[in-house]
């Protein structure tokens, strides 16, 4: 009953639309309508791109990709932006991968591990957990030096990301038989992250149709990123530092606190992320997550989470991933050639968010 | 019945480098009494209050809340304490909404989570309690007018429970029934036991809703006054002190022909100027006067080139003036002096020279493509010379010179591009009354050689003490253009509503 009036309230709305609410319902639909622009124009090309392969290879393609859209997404919230994204992503895939090799492999990054032989629960916790602590705490000083010196975070991170490097080689590097690229890993972690749902209880799935444990683990995160941004006092928080932190400040809000906390978010899931991510390709190296913080951050502003500060959606985050992921993953399929590729994606990105700044924009 | 003291201010004094600002200012707020503050611009007001909040420390004097000694902080100090200041800025989080904003910093929490519908619910009682029914504690604030965003300061203020509420120029930007309402909400805080203290500039809204007055001047205590004591004239006596007519030199400039027609002048978006038609004649001043939301500032901006021009034209000397961007206007002899002197108009963080010679640095470029630093430095000597900035060199950063020698670099700025037409929006904003005489000189001399001055300013005195004629705008109209011989406190004042 509801939804048909919401509904049919919504068909009146757009028939009452004159020319200029037309414009403006298209320029602030802009980046919905050039996906499926898009997509249509793959499907022309490759009608087989409609099929539930597709679904589940974007989906499972976008989920490490959304969990580090969380994470910058918050700082970018703040009014802030995030470059040691990748480093710490990478430091997290090198600190997972080499203490979730296989006992049987023959170069070890540890020989003797004292994991070996504990329970799979213990082997996969504590990589994660250890992940998570290193990069929460690298990006806890980020959000300390942002928020008490005044860097501005571009700085703050770009110099974190350099020093980041530099610890995650000597980490590499540490092994006797110096660094070299960590693979044979466990099967119970690659199970972890590669597996899959073929059925809920009784109910089988059919057609080729499967749910990837990647899925589950970024609709959860989804799902405790929402609660926390939307209905805590830590998320409300973060908005109105992000907002206007001299108002906030003003209220009792602790500015200070709030930063170190978004940080620490952030960090956390980088940590998650970079898990996920080692097992996902199999093995980790010292250059692994390079440049990973610039497609987060191209996810975000696409989706919506302005530079600007205060504003920002868990739902944007999303929209703005899958556009990537379908985009690149469309084209691939299509046989747009990579450079053809880097093109439009280049391009997308900067109309996306001139299209955005432009509600915000002041005429004059 | 004797209403018991809820703030006291005793002996109050500051100075700042050897200048006294405030000197032994008193201020005795009775609860459930609207006490008003008032004094000319730099009389101490803001000073003052933000002595009170911790944000300056006063040098000698004491702050009593019901007979208790304070000493607030920082503004959140204070309110913890029970006194709230409503700015004439809103310092809101417009992004988010209504009752978001209100419980900033303290929202009502349900098992570790938020509790949305008891901050909705609190909310709405709130509006309640001051008789507020027409918002809703779910919009976000950026929707809402500006007048609304106050009230939610105010609701704000309630919600701490605050025993004193100072509002700071409160109407300044809102409409007559705006006003009415702000004034009945006023009158609910005042049967609640609160102590108002009103800052406002505009005599009858102090008249309407006062209990007693209190006025400074010069950072120095005049009086306090129960309002049946006193009328419009008694209060001015008060504020000025001085005789208006040595304020401002003889104005001897005799306007020529017609320099600049401007004809039906509309700008495409808000705040709007429309249908604006009026002359300009050689070695002429025109006023322009309005309240706060008259769109001068919008009108002046759209001559100079920045605001989009929907229809109208302007001509100068006949000739129709190609104004698309700034570049352009300043090529036909224009220079506009803006109003927000820090944001758009000096360059914070360089030096004097730079900023004398910014508008006009094409002049400077030598035969190498190069900029001939000798030529910019004697041009700035001469200009401090004849400007008489006080400053140490010229090599000093501008930020670190008063308002009005800021004031003057800029207009010797602009006057180096030896424009026919000046416009100057609030050239006296902010300054002190010797530079604001120094400006006034400025100005007669100028038109006295033929240039053509547009003066925009709230301050009605200057803008009788030193223009040829006046343009009075209302709401981005043209309410009337008077002479200045003919004109008086009295009309402008109406003439300025005529539209509201």
Known sequence: ?364 | MVKQSILKIEGVSKSFSGVKVLDQVCLDVKEGTVHSLMGENGAGKSTLMKCLFGIYKQDEGTFHLKGENVNFTDPKHALEHGVSMVHQELNQVTKRTVSENIWLGRYPTKRGFVDENKMYQDTKSLFTKIKIDDIDPNTRLSELSVSKRQMVEIVKAVSYEAKVIILDEPTSSLTEQEVDKLFEIIETLKKQGCGIVYISHKMDEIFAISDEVTVLRDGEYIGTNPIEELDMDKVINMMVGRDLSHRFPPVTNVPGDVKMVVKNLKTRYEPMVNDVSFELKKGEILGIYGLVGARRTELVEAIFGMRTIESGEIFIDGKKLNNSSPHKTIENKLALVTEERRSTGIFEVANIRFNTCSANIKKYVNNFGLLSEKEMFSDTEKQIASMRIKTFSQESLIRELSGGNQQKVIIGRWLATDPDILLLDEPTRGIDVGAKYDIYNLMIELANNGKSIIMVSSEMPEILGVTNRIMVMSKGYVADILDTKNANQNDLLKLSAKYL
């Open chain 1, 1 to 364: 009953m509801n939804f048909t009036r919401n509904f049919s309230a919504r068909i009146n709305r757009f028939k009452k639309m004159n020319r200029t609410d037309w414009l403006n319902f298209l320029v602030n639909n802009a980046i919905y309508i050039v996906m499926a622009l898009l997509i249509g124009i793959v499907i022309l090309r490759e009608p087989t791109f409609l099929s539930v392969r597709t679904l589940i290879n974007v989906l499972s393609q976008s989920s490490v990709k959304l969990i580090l859209a969380f994470g910058v997404g918050g700082i970018i919230i703040l009014q802030g932006t995030d470059l040691s994204l990748g480093r710490s992503v990478g430091f997290a895939m090198v600190i997972s991968a080499s203490l979730s090799q296989a006992d049987t492999y023959a170069s070890r990054f540890y020989p003797e591990l004292w994991l070996t032989g504990m329970p799979t629960f213990i082997k996969l916790l504590i990589p994660l957990l250890i992940a998570m602590a290193v990069c929460a705490i690298f990006s806890m000083i980020n959000g300390y030096i942002v928020a008490i010196f005044k860097v501005h975070p571009f700085i703050v991170t770009l110099g974190m990301s350099v020093l980041l490097y530099g610890v995650l080689t000597l980490y590499y590097n540490s092994p006797e038989q110096g660094g070299q690229p960590i693979g044979g890993l466990s099967t119970e972690y690659s199970n972890f992250i590669l597996g899959r749902i073929d059925s809920i209880g009784p109910l089988k799935f059919t057609g080729g149709f499967y749910i990837p444990y990647l899925v589950v683990y970024a609709a959860i995160v989804s799902i405790i990123v929402w609660v926390l941004w939307n209905k805590t006092v830590f998320g409300k928080n973060m908005f109105a530092v992000g907002g206007n932190p001299e108002a906030a400040a003003v209220s009792g809000v602790n500015v200070v606190g709030t930063f170190v906390l978004v940080y620490m978010m952030a960090g956390i899931l980088y940590g998650l992320g970079g898990f996920l991510e080692a097992g996902r390709i199999g093995s980790a190296n010292n250059s692994s997550g390079f440049n990973y913080e610039l497609d987060a951050i191209a996810a975000c502003v696409v989706g919506g989470i302005s530079f600007s500060g205060g504003v920002g959606k868990v739902s944007g985050a999303l929209a703005g991933v899958l556009l990537f992921t379908v985009m690149s993953y469309g084209m691939i399929f299509a046989n747009i050639s990579f450079e053809y590729q880097n093109i439009i994606k280049g391009f997308i990105i900067v109309f996306a968010v001139a299209l955005d700044t432009r509600k915000y924009l002041k005429k004059t």
